[in-house]
């Protein structure tokens, strides 16, 4: 599909396989196949997923950027001969990432998207092979794949094959239960590297957070740390969260579990559970009220307030913001007893009550 670099032919699919290769061995070394739990319906997406975007996505999205390019662009395939190498390479590579990372964060701030990628947090233990658990329709609507096309339909294709490897390693790296970045976060000599590294890639600890269940364990950060390749978004963007600790759960909170095909295949296949936001006619209400409760706290617990008033928990967040813009807020009991909690979602001290009630009625 694409022009060899280095002058070896069809190198890139070589390397790309072959980092695979390398991360299923490493990651059964690391007792992984002997620890996991995954069932039948977990190796379907995660495998089956990787096959069909390998050699069914991306082929047939390339075939139609070129199809579309010799229709429309005729004599744009020698567009990028000009430039050397290495600008292609940072080009193509710069460019790809923004797109993944504003599409990404879209996936979880609208709904139609979320519902695409929402498989990719279903997964209760990392591995190399989550990185390709989404949606179909995902796949097909991802603007990189697009790019891939189009970049080396101008020429650029030597530094796409050569990009793609770099980003398979970044991207399978990052979901992997190996986790390289721990000897480095544990040796006070390595760790000046690490914390340089991380400022600029996506590292293990720093995505691993991102698939952490909820906040709450003061380590995930489900609604942030969207990253492919480098961190310099996340960190310009205001999302990044660097705990550099690893989550104990991952997954997500209130997961109806359903079917494999229901959510490999959303929307064209409906989720038969009433209870999952795949379902016909599922609707996220509003269940906030306008008067404040008083909650009772312990002192020292961590607790998340519901901000977007679609929690079936109030006033505590249940994990209903997904795929909204909203995020809930992190803070610690005071003290045992009860707290005066907002409830109207308009205060400006939340999750207190400043009576911002009053002003609504
Ligand atoms: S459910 Fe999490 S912020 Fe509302």
Redesign the pocket.
Known sequence: MLEAFFEIPNIDFYLVIGILFCFCVLESLYGFLHRTQRNSGDWIQEFGGYVILGLFIKPLIVTVVYYLGYYLFPNSSTFLSGFSFLILLIIYLLIDDILQYTYHRAAHEYPFLWKLHRPHHQAEEMGFFVSYRNALLYYFLMPNIWWVGIFTFIGGGKAVALGLVLKQIIIVSSHSTVKYDEVFYRNKFLKPLIMVWERIFITPVFHHAHHGKTRRDGISNPNGNFGNMFSIWDQLFGTAVFNREFPIDYGLENDPKEHWTESYFHPFIKSKNPNSELSIGYQKNKTSHLEPGMYHLEKGKKY????????KNQPF?????HGTK???VLFEGKKDGKVRLCNCKLTKTPPYCDDSHLNKS
């Open positions: 998340l307030w519901c901000s977007c008033g679609l929690s967040c249940d994990s209903s913001h909203k995020l809930p």
